[in-house]
């Protein structure tokens, strides 16, 4: 069974950056089939797709977040991650990591951050 | 960007009646509109792929349908179990978009 983890401070500083690690098993990120996933969810709100990394490297960001968004994959760890940088309030949300084919088929439980001085 | 447009926002049912969700897209998707269910405090977790497709271990109550721009949750039946926010999804373009979500809440 895939599951995955996300990992990483619940509370940044506005204007740092929020990292964030999403931990794979039961699959390899380097099998090519897959693009990774992140995925946020502000409090009360609806679902956002942030974008999502191939085990090659490339990457797809959503245009909004493009200019502060960078994803990579670490193959050794089975591990991807997501940088966000310029925090503000806005950016408060559950982040999800998930797997993607078309559809988001395995999802992590969700980490909460919050951007508070 | 595709839009998707989930009616209604809030769905209030009583126990073995049939709901049903909407999600209009701003554009053609083609079959590629999925649907997932979301519990409180849990990650969202995939009910239902390409339009109609049944998803392992997702009960049979479950179905969807459409084309082209307008889409249907269906849940016949309703268990208490059921109450949760539910969400479609467009992959046929980028950004991946989703629907504003849809409560159901169980009376």
């Known amino acids: ?117 | 960007e595709i839009v998707l447009t989930q009616s209604p926002d809030f769905l209030s049912v009583t126990p073995k009646e049939k709901a049903t969700i909407t999600c209009r897209a701003s554009e053609p998707v083609g079959s590629s509109l999925h649907w997932y269910q979301q519990k409180p405090d849990h990650s969202p977790k995939l009910l239902i792929k390409y339009t109609s497709q049944s998803i392992s271990g997702v009960p049979s109550r479950f179905n969807g349908g459409g084309t082209g721009t307008e889409f249907t949750l269906i849940i016949s039946g309703l268990e208490v179990e059921d109450a949760a926010t539910y969400y479609c999804h467009q992959s046929v373009s980028v950004p991946q978009t989703f629907g504003q979500g849809t409560k159901v809440e169980i009376k």
Request: a positive charge.
């Open chain 1, 1 to 117: 069974q895939v599951q995955l983890q996300e990992s990483g401070p619940g509370l940044v500083k506005p204007s740092q950056t929020l990292s964030l690690t999403c931990n794979v098993s039961g699959d390899s990120i380097n099998s090519g089939n897959y693009y990774w996933s992140w995925i946020r969810q502000r409090p009360g709100k609806g679902l956002e797709w942030i974008g999502y990394i191939h085990d090659t490297g490339s990457t797809i960001y959503t245009p909004s977040l493009r200019s502060r968004v960078t994803m990579s994959v670490d193959l050794s760890k089975n591990q991807f991650s997501l940088r966000l940088t310029s925090v503000t309030a806005a950016d408060t949300a559950v982040y999800y990591c998930a797997r993607y084919f078309y559809l988001f088929d395995f999802w992590g439980q969700g980490t909460l951050v919050t951007v508070s001085s």
